[in-house]
Nanobody
């Protein structure tokens, strides 16, 4: 089982920035960031193929986020800029093996999940 530990969430004013981090206990083919607000479905924010570093982004935060990795540290990051109140949600790190489906940014394609880190924008 792959363990994932997120950090970097917090409270920020609209227009501000946050950088989330996720450390994995072992390497997988894909890692991604998802978010879930109360009463809403979990949605994909960004994903990265850890082997080649190719990145994929969802529509909800397109142009305002950058996903990156430190492969040696088994760590991915999510830089979030120009945050809006509607970005308030629990942000989850996910890891999996379905590289062929990574562009879908679908939660069902990931086997391992972190506990989440709360992001609140006011």
């Amino acid at each position: 089982h792959v363990q994932l530990v997120e950090s970097g969430g917090g409270s920020v004013q609209a227009g501000g920035s946050l950088r989330l981090s996720c450390v994995a206990s072992q390497s997988t083919y894909c890692m991604g960031w998802f978010r879930q607000a109360p009463g809403k479905e979990r949605e994909g924010v960004a994903a990265i193929g850890t082997g080649e570093g190719r990145t994929y982004y969802g529509n909800s935060m397109a142009g305002r986020t950058i996903i990156s990795q430190d492969y040696a540290k088994k760590t991915i990051y999510l830089q979030m800029n120009s945050l809006k109140p509607e970005d308030t949600a629990m942000y989850y790190c996910a890891a999996g093996w379905r590289l062929g489906k990574i562009a879908n940014l679908a939660a069902d394609d990931y086997e391992h999940w972190g506990q989440g880190t709360q992001v609140t924008v006011s």
